[in-house]
């Protein structure tokens, strides 16, 4: 057989989300040859692939858009408020486009090894098409919620309807009319889908293991006042967000505890914020929400009264109140008639908590009391997330270490950007940095600048291997987790800290100190002649 000529590149990219694509543009920039091999069929990443009906980002499109260039962030007009998952891969093809990427973008590859040769300080890649690709500098940008979930339920192979997961969503869309639904999950993606979905089926069947704090979007039309004051001011905004909490301008650091005002003012603040829409008012609005259970609580009962004002049926409303984490704990959900679709007579919430899904049925499915008739089912179930996509590569680093193996345990990183034993491979948006808890386009902006700035120091000093030194990884977990444990977010059974895959180990995996603080740790750590990575 004749042996296949290796691809060489500078910095081998994997991914073409918005993470792969921005990596792109900055390797360039540095001179380096450059590709991005995408598993998918187009760029987008999350994107691309979320197109269940209702998809839509969380944050406010203003702010979800990359800042790197300011002609870009002027010229680009968001329709409405909180961006639809077409807008969305709209703008990131746009800004493929306009910058040229596509050149460097190689789709339909998955990468399914990665070596680090020792000999020649190079990364051998496969990907499943048999290609070789040689590569100075690997960068995962593969996302964190891009290993799509469907639980283990038997029978699955035998259901006469049709099923989809959230994650993996027809490119032609699925037409629900007339027919029996059920959706498996609420999460997210099933918080965005249930609206939608009910207008169409003849019925809709929600299972629900756990009961979510869902706030309303507000969303609507861009204001055109409001994008002309927010563009204005543009720049400045983007600099607060790179010094805030969660990477979102508009929301500053919280000073009085919610426990020191009175509970009449409390109710007055938590009411605007709910009128006002979004997630990070909530989040931020006193400096003890996600901190001290008592202050979280007041958070917390303000949302169940508002659903309990909604649902009509009490018995429903019960169900639908979340009694077993604290507000924000989990990824707080934001919603656009989620609680008013219970009120409808063609939907039903089944508790699959007290009366678990035991199998799926050529016909419907069986939880523990009750078998349903379902012509087709959605699995709105999450993601492996932070780790799956990265577990799913046979990475090999230092004398053939599997980084699979090497995260038994949980994973370990050094800033979420590096991995002991693992030289010149970096990773965007990885456990262990603010990433998910973060505006995440801001983190992939803060992340592949700092790897940018290390990259062309690496080439200046004309080293071979750059890499995160062991001690310095270990204190870096420890870290992430003496943050995470002085707050309550280790309280909730969530994806941050792999709850949602059986027998994965329980690691708090985001930083949540706040991007600010990050970016701070970061900047010292390239001043102090990158502490903690040696260069060789
Ligand atoms: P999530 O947030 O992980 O939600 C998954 C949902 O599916 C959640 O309600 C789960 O219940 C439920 N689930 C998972 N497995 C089962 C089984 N076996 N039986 C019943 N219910 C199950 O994923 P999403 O896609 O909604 O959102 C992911 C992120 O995307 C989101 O946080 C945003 O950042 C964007 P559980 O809570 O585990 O009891």
Redesign the pocket.
Known sequence: TPVQEAIELDVAIIGAGLGGLYAIHRMRGLGFKTRAFEAGSGIGG?WFW?KYPGARC?IESLEYSYSFDDDLQQEWRWPERYATQPQILAYIQHVAERFDLMRDVQLNTHITEATFDTDINRWILKASNGQIISARFCIMATG??ST??V???KGIDTFEGKWYH??MWPAEGVDFTGKRVGV?????????MIPLIAQQAEHLHV????A?YCLPARNGPMERDHESAFKADYRKRREEARHSGFGVSGYPAPTQSALDVTEEERRKNYEMLWERGGTIGFLTCYSDVLVNEEANETAAEFVREKIRSTVKDPKVAALLTPTDHPIGT??L?LDTGYYETYNRPNVSLVD??SA??QEITPKGLRTADQEFELDAIV?????D?MTGALREIDIRGIDGTRLADKWNGGPTTYLGLMVAGFPNMFIVTGPGSPS?KSQMIHSIEQHIDWVSDLLKTAVERQVHRVEADMEAETNWVSHVNEVADATLYPKA???YIG??IPGKPRVFMPYVAGVGTYRKVCDEIAADDYRGLKLS
């Open positions: 999350t979320n969380d964190n919620l799509p979930r639980p283990d339920f959230s994650g498996i999950g609420t999460g997210s993606s099933g918080i965005q299972f629900q293991r756990t979510n989990k990824r959900c699959v908590r678990p899904i699995f709105a179930t999450g993601f997330a998910v059974n969530s994806w709850a949602n």
